[in-house]
């Protein structure tokens, strides 16, 4: 039986597995009424996002909720433009409204942090389940926001509609809605339920990972898993297998994850582009790797670590 993961977090792997619903209702009918979204705010919690970090508090590492009147004294006093809103919806326990203040430093460029403030990366393992769950949604909100600032169709400017759930043309009134991109992940394992693992020459040293990739268009998941096996690791796979999803707004993705068998561990080599080395292991291999700080697993929160995490755990 699956083990169950003190950190198990909102839209992860295993919260897909377990069938783990939404604490967050996005109350999308309220986007519509300005009124409503002031009086909301008025009363909300506001996660700040700037030059790509999330304001944390400075003891836990958690999320440092705001109120309106703390957002005023940031641009009266702090240097903070006057930045967007974007709703994020209601906390189903209590009904409290949550927004995301997307608000850049005006003394500060995005390869520096305000003091206060860290990216999601860096806080993902101290999140519980619904910090984690606001804290995707901002930063997924924020990002796409920040890159779409002209219409597609005229270039004229858009701006903020529905909260934040799309931006409008100025000109010509065309709606934009928010772009997630698809890709896979997935963990190759072999008749000997080894699992096989490659690394990319920009990660952290001795870092590996499961193999991923982008969908393109007109292909299915399952063939999207199958060309980018092959293309990494010159493997065919069979029972291709969907095991859950993961929102990764870095900048605008959804990670879509699977396991999959190959028949021929022995063919396994690295395309040495975007893969560079490739290991299969035993669980006592990983482990003793792990220990022996020979091989570096991916961060906590992520997908792929939930995946190795899960048969490790098998």
Not at 78 to 85: A, I
Not at 115 to 123: K, N, Q
Not at 151 to 158: F, I, L, Q, V
């Amino acid at each position: 039986m699956m083990r169950i993961w003190r950190r198990l977090v909102a839209f992860t792997l295993m919260s897909a597995v377990n069938g783990q619903v939404s604490r967050m209702d996005r109350a999308a009918h309220l986007r519509k009424n300005q009124v409503s979204l002031d009086q909301l705010w008025s009363k909300a919690k506001i996660v700040h996002f700037s030059n790509g970090r999330l304001a944390v508090s400075a003891e836990t590492n958690q999320l440092r909720y705001l109120d309106d009147a703390q957002i005023a004294a940031l641009i009266e006093s702090e240097g903070f433009k006057s930045g967007e809103r974007y709703f994020l919806g209601l906390d189903q326990v209590n009904n409290e409204p949550y927004f995301a203040w997307n608000s850049p430093h005006q003394n500060t460029d995005d390869q520096q942090a305000p003091a206060g403030y860290l990216t999601l990366r860096e806080i993902g393992a101290e999140l519980d389940e619904l910090q984690m769950e606001i804290a995707l949604h901002a930063v997924a909100l924020s990002n796409w926001h920040n890159t779409h600032p002209h219409c597609a169709r005229c270039g004229a400017a858009t701006s903020v509609s529905l909260g934040g759930a799309i931006r409008t043309c100025d000109k010509d009134k065309s709606e934009h809605y928010p772009r997630t991109d698809c890709a896979i992940i997935v963990l190759v394992r072999d008749s000997q339920d080894r699992i096989l693992l490659g690394r990319q020459a920009i990660w952290p040293e001795g870092r590996f990972s499961c193999f991923a990739g982008f969908l393109e268009p007109g292909e299915t998941f399952e063939q999207c898993v199958q060309r980018e096996v092959f293309e990494e690791a010159g493997l065919a796979v069979r029972e291709i297998n969907y095991l859950g999803s993961q929102p990764w707004p870095f900048p605008a993705s959804i990670m879509i994850s699977f396991e999959a068998i190959t028949d021929f561990p022995e063919s396994a080599r690295p395309d040495g582009e975007e893969i560079v080395a490739i290991k299969w292991l035993t669980r006592d291999e990983l482990k003793a790797e792990v220990s022996a700080r020979t091989l570096l697993l991916p961060p906590d929160m992520s997908v792929s670590r939930k995946m190795i995490d899960r048969w490790l755990s098998a």
